[in-house]
């Protein structure tokens, strides 16, 4: 049996050698950063030449805003440099494959929402667009895209005024996993999307709609935005940059019919094995075009007509409606919530609006 004396010999020990190991480690992890940055250097990757593989790109669809046209705003450069940065003078871009509507469409889609509860005949309500009444849960509905599956699942919680009682709140953990559950229930396909790091939002209900809860504990829903993964570095937003391309909302309720508040499914899968390299305009083009009143209004404050910009970047364009091709854009951003979009290739290779 070991004395006190022992014990504390062989502890000291074992302390002294875990310092060790993690100081080795740590200049490992140094070493490795500075060898891979200047491997970087020395060997910086190939420019990419352009080839248009797609041939002239159609334009870029995005929603009519109820915004002012960027033209009637005026915008000041607090960027770390004061100026427009420069960006690539080349991007990729990527072919995005569509369905196309069959005779079994309707069917497929009536075997997908019965999954999770629809069992009703639905209404049409455009000429792909079906609605489905929840008869268990008339607050219940889902809007589903019979072509491309995508789909709004609604549960009209304002007229459940003793929904919001419960406050059982699930965790943040909780949520993933009961989204998980449902990705997997309807077999969503979710290839490009990050489903490690979802956005996570409070909300708190006032009465008649949800808004941003002031912390946790004041919450009665929990909302995950799933957004795609980077392309190239580089990101992909919707018209609605905070808003993900899946998104859930969960309540406290055990009820399973009103647990789920909300589900958008937005997604249009890219063919990353198909693609065009394409010129692109410079910022500072894209920069004057801002300025004249091409640019799309994402984000914007109300009556306020002096914008600061604090950075400009690349990113990709994921639109609501249906595009051939994933395409570059230039990112605007400044205080006060302000972001716009600026389609990027340059012409002639683009069509014009």
Do not use: C
Request: glycine share 4%.
């Amino acid at each position: 049996m070991a004395t006190l004396t022992e014990t504390a010999y062989y502890g000291r020990k074992v302390v002294r050698w875990a310092i060790i190991a993690l100081i080795g480690y740590v200049i490992l992890r140094i070493s490795f950063t500075i060898f891979v940055r200047i491997i970087q250097q020395a060997f910086p990757r190939a420019p990419l030449i352009p080839n248009q593989a797609f041939g002239k790109l159609p334009a870029l669809k995005f929603p009519e805003t109820t915004a002012s046209p960027s033209g009637q705003l005026e915008f000041t450069l607090q960027t770390v440099s004061g100026t427009i940065p420069e960006a690539s003078n080349a991007a990729k871009v990527y072919f995005l494959p569509k369905n196309r509507s069959n005779l079994l469409s309707l069917s497929n889609a009536q075997t997908l929402v019965a999954r999770t509860g629809f069992t009703s005949t639905p209404r049409q309500i455009s000429p792909t667009v079906y609605r489905w009444i929840d008869l268990d849960a008339p607050f219940r509905t889902i809007e589903l895209d019979i072509v491309n599956n995508h789909f709004e699942l609604n549960y009209a919680y304002s007229h459940d005024p003793n929904l919001f009682t419960e406050k059982s709140l699930p965790s943040p953990l909780q949520a993933e996993n009961d989204a998980e559950v449902f990705m997997q229930t309807l077999g969503l396909t979710t290839t490009d999307l990050d489903l490690v790091n979802p956005k996570v939002t409070f909300l708190k209900f006032d009465g008649s709609k949800l808004i941003l809860a002031s912390s946790q504990s004041q919450a009665d829903a929990i909302q995950l935005d799933y957004f795609h993964k980077k392309y190239d570095g580089m990101q992909v937003l919707t018209d609605q940059p905070n808003a993900g391309t899946l998104t859930f909302i969960f309540s406290s309720s055990l009820n399973a019919n009103k647990h789920i508040l909300y589900v958008k499914y937005h997604y249009w899968p890219t063919d990353i094995n198909t693609l065009g390299i394409y010129k692109l305009k410079t910022s500072a083009q894209a920069y004057q075009e801002l300025l004249a009143g091409k640019g799309y209004l994402a984000s914007f404050p109300p009556n306020q007509n002096q914008i600061k910009l604090t950075n400009v970047y690349l990113a990709y364009y994921d639109s609501r409606e249906p595009q051939l091709f994933l395409q570059p854009i230039f990112v605007f951003e400044g205080d006060p919530n302000f972001q716009a979009f600026v389609s990027a290739v340059a012409p002639p290779w683009i069509e014009e609006k």
